[in-house]
Every structure is written in C-alpha cells, then in structure tokens.
C-alpha cells in the first residue's frame, strides 16, 4: 500500500491511498470505516434516546404542573357538577314526597266516600217511608190538591232558598 501527499492552493492535504489487489476481492482498510460508522451510529442513537428522555420528562413536568387557571376551573366544574347533583337528588325527593301526599289523599277521599256511601245506606234501611206516611196521615196531613203545587224554574247550576212563606194565590 502506499499513500502520495498532495498539497493544493489552498493549503490542504489531499490523501490518495493506493491498493492493491490481492486475489479476487479488495482488501478493507483495517476494519476502520465500518467501526467508525457503528460508533457514529451508536452516538447519534444515544443523542436521540437522550432528546426524548428529555422531551418525555418536559411532557410529564408539564403534565403536573398545575397553574391557577386550571385549579380554577376544576374547581369551578366540580362545585357545579355537585350543586346540579344536589338540585337532582332535591327535586327527586319533593317528587317522592308530593307523590305520597297525593296517594295518601285519594286513599282520605276512597275512605270518606266508602263511608258516606255506608251512612247512606243506614238512613235509607232506618228510615221506612210508608212508616211516616201512615202517622202523618193519623195526625191529619193530606195529600197537595194540583191547585197547592207552585213550580219554580231555576238554572241547574244555580241554587234556591225559601226565605218567606209561599202566598196563597
């Protein structure tokens, strides 16, 4: 082998390496070049690897810090998230108990009717109308002659009070 030292204009060295051909293939240079590109690329690699531990450690710094306008709003959210919560569970419970004051009221009025209906019933079983008719006959009373019946017209919603006797005319 053997190397020829050039000098140029300006001043640098221009390196030539002659080989030689030593059977059918060309002989490396001492394994150099290849080394040196596997350090290069094992440098180069570990650069990235140091990039991204920093990024990644920028991100997850970033990612806990917590400024004021965040804190803020969290905090803002969840006292509205808890007073809708509240204003549904309290509305929910007036629905619950308007519902059993409505159920305990038709059960009053079922009551009231079942026992009206009941009252009814006793006055029409205690009462016996032919009874009456015949003492109110003993005692003199008389049936109205058509010439006693006065009829009175009035709206059906409407209502009439006798305040005075009715005249004889």
């Known amino acids: 082998m053997r190397r020829e030292i050039n000098r140029n204009d300006t001043g640098r060295q221009n390196l030539k390496t002659n080989y030689y051909v030593?059977?059918?293939?060309?002989?490396?240079?001492?394994?150099?070049?290849?080394?040196?590109?596997?350090?290069?690329?094992?440098?180069?690699?570990?650069?990235?690897?140091?990039?991204?531990?920093?990024?990644?450690?920028?991100?997850?710094?970033?990612?806990?810090?917590?400024?004021?306008?965040?804190?803020?709003?969290?905090t803002a959210a969840t006292i509205l998230f808890g007073s809708v919560c509240v204003a549904y569970i309290q509305i929910q419970a007036d629905i619950t108990g308007r519902t059993k004051n409505i159920s305990n009221l038709e059960s009053r009025i079922a009551d009231l009717q079942a026992d009206n209906d009941a009252a009814v019933k006793r006055i029409d079983l205690s009462t016996d109308l032919d009874a009456v008719k015949k003492k109110a006959l003993e005692y003199g009373m008389k049936f109205a002659s058509p010439g006693q019946i006065i009829y009175y017209s009035i709206k059906k919603d409407d209502f009439m009070d006798q305040h005075s006797d009715i005249p004889k005319e």
């Open 22 to 74: 030593d059977g059918n293939t060309v002989r490396r240079l001492n394994g150099e070049p290849e080394e040196r590109r596997r350090r290069e690329l094992e440098k180069e690699q570990e650069r990235r690897r140091q990039q991204h531990r920093r990024a990644a450690r920028r991100n997850q710094e970033r990612a806990l810090r917590m400024n004021f306008r965040y804190v803020l709003f969290c």
